[in-house]
């Protein structure tokens, strides 16, 4: 009965890790995209200067804040 009991709870601690792990990676993966996300100022400042304008300083801010409220809406959405 011990050796049953043994093995049991290292299934479940097992799993309990597994699952821990995947929760907190996600966590800190999308935390870190929040904070840092894939598109930069000078990726904005490309793309509008291939669209043919030459953006000012408060445009590229103005479309960051806008990409990084809408990741923000898009997340509590999930939720």
């Known amino acids: 009965m011990?050796?049953?009991?043994a093995i049991l709870l290292m299934v479940v601690c097992l799993l309990a890790?597994?699952?821990?792990?995947?929760w907190f990676s996600q966590r800190q993966t999308k935390k870190m995209l929040m904070d840092?996300?894939?598109l930069n100022e000078d990726?904005?400042?490309?793309?509008?200067g291939s669209m043919g304008r030459k953006p000012s300083e408060v445009?590229?801010?103005?479309?960051?804040?806008q990409i990084r409220a809408a990741a923000?809406?898009?997340?509590?959405?999930?939720?």
């Not at 890790?17 to 995947?22: I, L, Q």
Request: overall charge positive; proline content about 6%; cysteine-free.
């Open 36 to 38: 840092n996300p894939p």
């Open 17 to 22: 890790g597994f699952f821990g792990g995947t």
């Open 59 to 65: 445009q590229v801010q103005q479309v960051l804040r």
């Open 2 to 5: 011990n050796l049953l009991l």
């Open 72 to 79: 923000k809406q898009a997340d509590t959405k999930k939720k």
């Open 43 to 48: 990726a904005v400042r490309l793309m509008m």
